[in-house]
Nanobody, 121 residues
Framework: QVQLVESGGGLVQPGGSLRLSCAAS????????MGWFRQAPGEERELVAV???????NYADFVEGRFTISRDNSNNTMYLQMNDLKPKDTANYYCCAGTWSLVVLGAADYWGQGTQVTVSS
């Protein structure tokens, strides 16, 4: 089993920045990819970004260069640096972990509880 705990969400004004963190613990050797998804009220969950253990990354088109996913393997933590935030980025952000293909498909083995990001003036 792998446990994932997100942090770093909050309220930010349009154009502002936030950095989300996802700390992994447990049988982390069973995973080779981690990702961020988000879900807004009334909307389907959507992929934001994925990163492999080797540093390969993939981003959703709506990121448009504003977000950066990274991971620190020394402390088993993944990050999502979000810049130039827009109201449409408001959502609950979830981290997940598993194999690359399952993470990309939204079918990861492990999920965190989510952290709320609200972009509003």
């Amino acid at each position: 089993q792998v446990q994932l705990v997100e942090s770093g969400g909050g309220l930010v004004q349009p154009g502002g920045s936030l950095r989300l963190s996802c700390a992994a613990s447990g049988n982390i050797f069973s995973i080779n990819a981690m990702g961020w998804f988000r879900q807004a009220p009334g909307e389907e969950r959507e992929l934001v970004a994925v990163i492999s253990s080797g540093g390969r990354t993939n981003y959703a088109d709506f990121v448009e260069g504003r977000f950066t996913i990274s991971r620190d393997n020394s402390n088993n933590t993944m990050y999502l640096q979000m810049n130039d935030l827009k109201p449409k980025d408001t959502a609950n952000y979830y981290c997940c972990a598993g194999t690359w293909s399952l993470v990309v498909l939204g079918a990861a083995d492990y999920w965190g509880q989510g952290t709320q990001v609200t972009v509003s003036s």
